[in-house]
């Protein structure tokens, strides 16, 4: 029996979904996104600054959650995910708001894309022959 979006609701609130299902909606899956582990002061955590560095690059913010790791200087680490399949850009822009990245990951680094740029590139690799 497949639930629809309001029974998955309904379920979350009386507290009878599974911790896998309760990951899965909480934090679902987006194919075409990026995941970044920011470092920052507790004192300089801002929800609404990591949304606006993030806009600037005409990405949006899918997911924000601090995390319960800390950098080894002490600072809070927050983790992001956005709808951008490079974090690259969203990155420097975070970098330009005082923040340190310290992982990214986007879409691209997934084992199927680099597999298929390999192959992209031993095509045109026969092709210069």
Not at 6 to 21: E, M, V
Not at 23 to 50: G, I, K, N, Q
Not at 67 to 79: D, P
Request: charged residues 20%.
């Amino acid at each position: 029996m497949t639930l629809n979006h309001s029974d998955i609701l309904q379920q979350y609130i009386a507290g009878n979904l599974p911790a896998g299902s309760r990951t899965e909606v909480l934090m679902p899956v987006h194919p075409d996104s990026s995941t970044l582990l920011v470092a920052c002061r507790p004192d300089d955590y801002s929800a609404s600054a990591f949304a606006k560095a993030v806009e600037d690059c005409d990405a949006q913010l899918l997911w924000l959650s601090v995390t319960g790791m800390r950098a080894r200087n002490g600072n809070i680490i927050v983790a992001l995910t956005v709808n951008a399949r490079a974090p690259w850009g969203v990155a420097r822009s975070l970098e330009r708001y005082g923040y340190e990245v310290v992982h990214a990951r986007g879409s691209e680094d997934s084992i199927e894309h680099r597999e298929a740029v390999d192959r992209v590139n031993e095509l045109i690799h026969y092709l210069e022959i």
